[in-house]
């Protein structure tokens, strides 16, 4: 059973930085691309999980939502299995459970990374909570 590992997350103020890490023995990330979603609280039932950032398999082929472009970063280490998300400036709204995500590489093109059915393999979460 593949299993994908989030860990970093945790409680800070405003205007603050965070690292998330997803890390996995099960799978080969440099075969994966790679996605980082999150749940806010209270979110409507059946409601996808919002779409945050992603990595394509392809080096340097990184995708943001508009709304942390410019102030969260994902990368990746295929060497160490790893994907992580650096998230600068946090803002209240930016609270929310965090999740990453991968799918077999080119199965889908850039604009399908952004849709959290699309991916095949999930961790179990890691919460961030900004305080205003």
């Known amino acids: 059973q593949v299993q994908l590992v989030e860990s970093g997350g945790g409680l800070v103020q405003a205007g603050g930085s965070l690292r998330l890490s997803c890390a996995t023995s099960s799978i080969p990330f440099s075969f994966h691309d790679l996605g980082w979603f999150r749940q806010a609280p209270g979110q409507a039932p059946g409601k996808e999980r919002e779409f945050v950032a992603a990595a394509a398999w392809s080096a340097g082929s990184t995708y943001y939502a508009d709304s942390v472009k410019g102030r969260f970063t994902v990368s990746r280490d295929n060497a160490k299995n790893t994907v992580y998300l650096q998230m600068n400036s946090l803002k209240p709204e930016d609270t929310a459970v965090y999740y990453c995500?991968?799918?077999?590489?080119?199965?889908?093109?850039?604009?399908?990374?952004?849709?959290?059915?699309?991916?095949?393999?999930w961790g179990q979460g890691t919460q961030v909570t900004v305080s205003s």
């Open positions: 995500a991968a799918v077999m590489k080119g199965l889908y093109g850039a604009g399908d990374l952004s849709y959290p059915r699309n991916y095949k393999y």
